[in-house]
């Protein structure tokens, strides 16, 4: 039986509660591949020292944005990728994909 969104973040505060710092296993995503994985727990890896436990939530979801947009080409608003840019400098991303845009594609086109 799956279980709610409410019912699933309020165990990862949980989790990550009295310890400091969360535990990172339990924010793995159950459909995300080891490589995505890895990058993902990099990146949070490298920020959960600056967000308290109650704004947890919002690490995972910039760490999900982050992911994303690397994995899956998804687009964000440009302040959002910015931000999501600066905090994931330096993380180790094994094969990427390069993904192309329609306006990349058109424009290669038209020459």
Known sequence: ????LETM????????TGA??????????AAETDKQWRARREFLSRHADAFPAEELDHLVS??????NNVFMGCRYSAEL???VG???AGVHV???PI??????????QKK
């Open 94 to 96: 094994e094969d990427a």
């Open 99 to 108: 993904f192309t845009t329609r306006d990349e594609i058109m424009a290669k």
């Open 81 to 83: 990728m910015e931000r």
């Open 62 to 67: 910039l760490s999900m944005v982050w992911a």
């Open 20 to 29: 400091g710092r969360p535990d990172l296993e339990s924010l793995r995503g």
């Open 9 to 16: 973040l309020r165990e990862k505060r949980q989790a990550s």
């Open 1 to 4: 039986m799956e279980q709610s």
């Open 86 to 88: 600066e905090m994931a």
